[in-house]
Each structure stands twice: as structure tokens, then as C-alpha cells.
């Protein structure tokens, strides 16, 4: 198992390109499995959650063949032309709850699906229901039994229906499952309610290069006209506005100038506004996204919400930056209700957090930070972590970092070319 050994403090400066979309290359792959070509995704992200992707679409009978980059990413070749089954074992879902993403293309294509329950990062529940509900809602029939979700188009019928499917809550993964099976669906599909995010709007625009017919895609009402079939998918990963994020904290954390080539400054929401709240100079062009620090950090309260507010995904590596800041500030928690694991290994680093409900008050204080031997244990946890060791003083120690894995891209690469001392080692 690797870690992390990072010495601080470090000032990070340069220009970095920024990865594929993690959030988006998901959906995306598992599309592909509603439509027997050949197809070609581009600049996927080179991450463990890839690897347990490509598992699953060989286990159900697709031929893939990836091309890597000489620096970061892959182009992929997915030869979907026969599927040997419809099932997803418990085996390859339990590494990664995203896996039920295969659920609507499957159901779509196949007329029956069945799915193990999700795996993933434990920041909270991971219920089903929503998606359940909306291929219902066209015409899918349901069972769920011994940790199997089991659907199937009824006796008479070839395939699914279209229909209203009206979302409670936004959600972006059911989104993606629902648009996804009523791309094959006889008639149209309304979903009201549906997720806005930058990776919904990328899916539809991956499946409309099939041939899709798909409206609505950004907004709350998504109208889709069914087809009879779908043709090859052509398609660009775009850039991870997650990661961007990240170091684009991290600039502001280290009192440095990040430049991240390749975002998209739209995708980020709220986020940049929020960055120049606090302090930082934020300056952007058509690809790409600079942040020089003040060399001060303003405390502003966060509360995460849907896109286009600020995302969850970015809530623990904030808490870093605030940690830092001149002042007192909170972060409020809305999506997932066991996303403060962070919080207990800040604390070791020194800073001042305290835990009330579904919010953290932060106690900022400059320089707080001092390096020491840490837990990862989601995903962006580890992201905050890594960033609070950068800016230490002394050296840290990050275990678990397979968690880091999943959604960056040779993390310590990077961060070695903005000046920062990152060395994996085994542990």
C-alpha cells in the first residue's frame, strides 16, 4: 500500500494541465454499453476508478484497447458489439459505487439488467431509490433481493417507455441512469428536477454524438425523444474541474500562482467567485484558469448545493484553505451526512475545527499547520490532507492514499512541477 512523504511548506507555482473529468468519464464509458459499434472516448483520466471500469465493461463482453499518453490519460477503444450478459457482480461494483451506472444502458439495450448495490467512498448512504423510481417510471419492472437490484422490460414488450420522471431532490447519478436508458426508450422522456451539473450536460453531448436526440441539457428539465438504436459515440473527456479546484486552493493556500491549462472556468460553479471572496486574484481565458495568491486568506462561510453552487466534492479541501485564513468562517454540509472524516486528521496538522451537526466551525489562524502522520479516508479527504502538508511545516506522512488514486492523476507529478516535495513510498 503507498503513501505520501511530503515536506513543508512549499510555494506553489506554474502551469499544470489540467486531467479528464473523472465525474464525467464514468457515465460516459458506461454509455457506450447501449450500442454494439466501436467506440472512441479520449482523455480519460489514468485512475484506479478507470481500471475497475474497464473490469466491468470486459466482464460484460466489451473489447477494450487504450492507448496511453507520453504525460497523462488515455484515448480508449470500447468494441461493444456483443455483450456476453447483463449482470454486475458484487465482486467489481463493491470498488466503486459509480459501477451502477451501468444500470439504465444495460436495462436499455439488453431488456434486463442486474446490478449488485454500490460500493465507493464511505461519506454516507448511497440509496438507490431515485434511480429505481425513474426506470420505473418507464416501465421497468423492479426487485431487489440478497443485495441484487434486478430489472427487467415486462413479458410483451421489446422495449422501454418514455414517461415523466419528476425528481424530489437532485440528484446527478439517477439523472445520468435515466437519460441514459430513455435514449432507446419508444416515445419521449421528460425529467423535471434534473441535475444541472457540467458532467450531465457532457454525457448528453457523448450521447447525442451517437445519436441521441436530447434537450435541455444544463437545465432542470431535460426532454429526450427515444430511438431506435444508437451509432458510435466520438468523444473528448473534458477537463476535471474538480482537480482544477484543488490547486487552484492550493495556490491560494501556499500564497503562490497556479495556472491551470485546459479548464473551463464555467464549470466551476461558484467556486472562483468564492477564491476571490478570500483573498486570491483569479484571471481567466477561453482554457485556462490562473490564481495568484494575496499572500492573505479572508474567511468565507460555505454551504455546499447542487451546481451551479458550491460542490461537495470541494468542501474538505476549502476547510484546508480556511484553516489558514484570518478570521472565522463555517462550512455547512447539505449532501452527504459523513463527510467531516477530514476534520480529526486536519486537527493532528493543528488546525482549529469543531463539528456541529452537518456544519464545521473553523477557528482560522495563518500558518497553523504543522507536518505529521495522517489517515486518509475518501477520496477528498485525501486531497485536503495532501494540500495541508504542502503548506506545513515539517514533514507528513499520508496513508491510504489508493484514495487519492481514484481521482487524481499522478498527483505527486504535478505537484513536484509547482515546487512541492512529494515522494510516493511504499508503505
Not at 295 to 320: E, L
Amino acid at each position: 500500500m503507498d503513501k505520501f512523504v511530503i515536506e513543508g511548506p512549499s510555494i506553489l507555482k506554474g502551469t499544470i494541465e489540467a486531467g479528464g473529468s473523472k465525474n464525467c468519464a464514468l457515465p460516459v464509458l458506461f454509455a457506450t454499453l447501449l450500442s454494439p459499434h466501436k467506440h472512441h472516448v479520449a482523455a480519460v483520466p489514468r485512475l484506479n476508478d478507470m481500471d475497475s471500469t474497464m473490469k466491468m465493461l470486459v466482464h460484460m463482453g466489451c473489447i477494450v484497447d487504450q492507448k496511453h499518453s507520453r504525460t497523462f490519460g488515455s484515448d480508449w477503444i470500447i468494441d461493444a458489439s456483443k455483450l456476453s450478459g447483463a449482470d454486475a457482480p458484487y465482486d467489481l461494483v463493491r470498488k466503486m459505487r459509480a459501477s451502477n451506472l451501468c444500470l439504465g444502458p444495460l436495462l436499455a439495450r439488453n431488456g434486463i439488467a442486474k446490478v449488485s448495490l454500490p460500493g465507493g467512498c464511505a461519506i454516507g448512504a448511497r440509496p438507490m431509490d431515485l434511480h429505481l423510481m425513474a426506470i420505473e417510471k418507464l416501465g421497468a419492472e423492479v426487485t431487489q433481493s440478497a443485495g441484487f437490484i434486478e430489472a427487467k422490460i415486462p413479458a410483451g414488450k421489446t422495449r422501454l417507455t418514455g414517461g415523466r420522471i419528476i425528481f424530489p431532490l437532485v440528484t446527478v447519478g439517477a439523472t445520468e441512469n435515466a437519460v441514459m436508458a430513455a435514449t432507446l426508450a419508444k416515445g419521449t422522456t421528460i425529467i423535471e428536477n434534473a441535475a444541472r451539473e457540467p458532467e450531465i450536460v457532457d454525457l448528453c453531448r457523448a450521447l447525442i454524438s451517437m445519436g441521441a436526440r436530447i434537450s435541455g441539457y444544463g437545465t432542470s428539465i431535460i426532454e429526450i425523444e427515444g430511438v431506435d438504436n444508437l451509432g458510435p459515440m466520438n468523444f473528448r473527456i473534458p477537463p476535471d474541474r474538480i482537480e482544477t479546484a484543488t490547486y487552484l486552493i492550493g495556490a491560494h493556500l501556499t500564497s503562490g500562482d497556479v495556472t491551470i491549462s485546459g479548464a473551463k472556468a464555467e464549470d466551476l460553479g461558484n467556486v472562483l467567485d468564492y477564491l476571490t471572496e478570500s483573498g486570491a486574484k483569479i484571471s481567466c481565458t477561453d482554457n485556462s484558469i490562473r490564481c495568484i495568491s494575496s499572500g492573505k486568506i479572508h474567511p468565507v462561510n460555505v454551504t455546499t448545493a447542487p451546481f451551479p453552487g458550491f460542490a461537495t466534492d470541494i468542501q474538505a479541501q476549502w476547510m484546508t484553505l480556511m484553516s489558514y485564513a484570518e478570521g472565522d468562517s463555517t462550512i455547512e454540509e447539505t449532501i452527504f451526512e459523513n463527510r467531516f472524516m477530514h476534520v480529526p486528521e486536519l486537527v493532528r496538522m493543528g488546525a482549529n475545527l469543531e463539528v456541529l451537526g452537518n456544519k464545521v466551525k473553523i477557528k482560522g489562524k495563518p500558518k497553523c499547520f504543522d507536518g505529521a502522520p495522517v489517515m486518509a479516508t475518501d477520496l477528498r479527504a485525501s486531497a485536503s490532507l495532501v494540500l495541508a502538508a504542502v503548506a506545513a511545516r515539517g514533514e507528513s506522512t499520508i496513508r491510504r492514499i489508493y484514495h487519492l488514486d481514484r481521482g487524481y492523476e499522478n498527483m505527486e507529478t504535478k505537484l513536484r512541477s509547482l515546487g512541492a516535495k512529494v515522494e510516493r513510498a511504499m508503505d
